[in-house]
C-alpha cells in the first residue's frame, strides 16, 4: 500500500468537500497500492474515506497476490487495511454490504467514483446504498493525483522511452519492403522487434501507409505499400505499466516535394511547441503555439486533434494539450507533443515524441531524429 499517495488523496477528498472515493482495477489501484490486474468480471473496489480509513473487496482468487503486492498483513483484523475476501459461490454482496455499511455509520454521503469502473461493479455498490449515498465522477481528483511524476515514476517513463527509441532503431534495420508488403507485416514486425528485445507495446500500433495515413487514429490493415508511400508508425512500450509514445514518418523511396513541405511545417509546429513549455504556461498555450503556426501557412484547418495527452500509467492521461484545457503546466508533468495534418484522399503527416517538465524546462524522452525516415 502506497501510503503517501493514500494520504494526499484522503486530503484531496477534504479539499473537494467530499467523503470517499472508489477505484477498481487498472491504473489509479496499481497507483495507490501497487497492485496491477487489467480487469475481471469479479468485484474487485478498493474504497478511502476522507478519515483515511481503506476498506478492499477482494475475490478470494486475488486474495495472496493481493496481501504480497499490497504488502498487507495476512492478519486482516491488524493490517491498516480492511481486507473483505468473497469466494465465488457467495459474491462479493457481504464484502459490499460492509463497506456501504460502514460509510452510512460515519455519515458519509458524497463519494467519489473512478469513470471506468465496471459498470456492474457500481451497480453492486448503488443497489446497497438504497439512496443514502450520492456519486460523482472522480476521474479529476484521480487525474490531478497522478498528473505529477515523482522521481521513481519519471525513471520509469525514460526508460520507457529509451527502450522505444531501441525497439524503433531495429525495426528500422529490418525493414524490407517489397512490392507484397502489407500494413499489417509491418506491424507484425514491430510487434516481434519488440518481443525479441524484451519489451511488450503499450497499444496496438499504427502503421498506416499511402491514403490510410489521413486517418489519425487508423490502425493498420491489408493495404500493400507501393514506391512512393509515405508511412505513420506510432506505438509505444509499457515497462513495468509505465508507458511511451511516439511518431515518425517513413516514405518508401523519396518523398515528393509536396510532402517535404508539409512535413517541415508540421515539424516546426512541433518544435514550437515544445520550446514553449515551461512551468507557468497552460496546456492551451502549448496547442496554441503549435495550431498558431499551422494557421500561419493555412494548415490549422487540417490539423483536427489536439496537439498531445498526458501518458503515465495510461497512454491517454491528463492533461490535454488542448484549446480547452487551462491546466498550469508544473514540473513532473509528462505528455506528448504531437501536431499533424490530414488530407482525405491524399494523405496524413504527424511527428511525436514524450515530453518531460524538467526543473530546466522540457526535455525530449523520446529522442530519435525527426526528419522523414528514407526506407
Known amino acids: ?22 477505484v477498481s482495477y487498472g491504473a489509479n489501484l496499481y497507483y495507490l497500492t501497487g497492485f496491477y490486474e487489467e480487469g475481471s468480471e469479479r468485484h474487485l473496489s478498493l474504497t478511502i474515506d476522507r478519515e483515511g480509513s481503506i476498506n478492499l473487496v477482494v475475490p478470494k482468487l486475488y486474495e495472496a497476490q493481493v496481501l504480497r503486492d499490497m ?18 459461490h457467495e459474491g462479493p454482496y ?9 460509510l452510512r455509520g460515519r455519515g458519509f454521503r458524497r463519494v467519489a467514483v473512478e469513470g471506468g469502473m465496471r459498470s456492474s461493479f457500481l451497480i453492486d455498490i448503488i443497489s446497497r446504498a438504497g439512496g443514502d449515498l450520492s456519486f460523482i465522477d472522480g476521474d479529476p481528483i484521480l487525474y490531478r493525483l497522478r498528473m505529477i511524476k515523482d522521481e521513481a515514476e519519471i525513471e520509469k517513463i525514460s526508460e520507457s522511452c529509451r527502450a522505444l527509441v531501441r525497439v524503433f532503431e531495429e525495426f528500422i534495420s529490418r525493414l524490407n519492403i517489397s512490392g507484397s508488403t502489407r500494413e499489417i507485416d509491418l506491424a507484425n ?8 528485445l524484451g519489451y511488450s507495446l503499450s497499444f496496438d500500433p499504427i502503421v498506416s501507409s499511402g491514403p490510410n495515413t489521413a486517418y489519425p487514429h487508423y490502425r493498420f490493415g491489408y493495404r ?32 515528393s516535394s509536396r510532402v517535404e513541405e508539409l512535413y517541415t511545417r508540421v515539424r516546426e509546429a512541433q518544435r514550437r511547441a515544445i520550446d514553449s513549455i515551461k512551468e507557468g504556461v497552460r496546456a492551451s498555450d502549448i496547442d496554441r503555439a503549435a495550431r498558431g503556426y499551422l494557421a500561419e501557412w493555412g494548415l490549422d ?26 491546466t498550469v503546466v508544473r514540473e513532473g508533468m509528462v505528455f506528448t507533443v504531437e501536431p499533424g495534418v490530414y488530407f482525405e484522399g491524399g494523405f496524413g503527416l504527424r511527428v511525436e515524441d514524450t515530453v518531460i517538465v524538467g526543473s530546466g524546462g522540457p526535455y525530449i524522452a523520446t529522442e530519435y531524429e525527426r526528419d522523414i525516415v528514407r526506407v
Do not use: N
Not at 495476512?74 to 487495511?81: Q, R
Not at 514486425?189 to 525479441?196: K, P, Y
Not at 484547418?301 to 487551462?326: C, N, Q, V
Open 224 to 255: 500493400r505499400i507501393s514506391r512512393g508511400d509515405v508511412i505513420i508508425v506510432d506505438f509505444g512500450i509499457d515497462l513495468d505499466h509505465y508507458k511511451s509514445d511516439f511518431t515518425r514518418v517513413l516514405s518508401v523511396g523519396a518523398p
Open 189 to 196: 514486425l514491430l510487434r516481434s522487434v519488440a518481443l525479441e
Open 1 to 22: 500500500m502506497r501510503m503517501d499517495r493514500v494520504e494526499r488523496l484522503v486530503r484531496e477528498l477534504a479539499s473537494q468537500g467530499l467523503d470517499a472515493a472508489i
Open 94 to 102: 457481504r464484502c459490499v454490504d460492509k463497506v456501504v455499511s460502514e
Open 301 to 326: 484547418r487540417y490539423f483536427i486533434h489536439r496537439t498531445g495527452h498526458g501518458l503515465g500509467l495510461e497512454i491517454h492521461e491528463k492533461p490535454d494539450i488542448s484549446a480547452g484545457d487551462p
Open 71 to 88: 504488502g498487507i498483513s495476512g492478519d486482516h483484523e491488524s493490517s491498516t487495511v480492511s481486507l473483505c475476501v468473497w469466494e465465488d
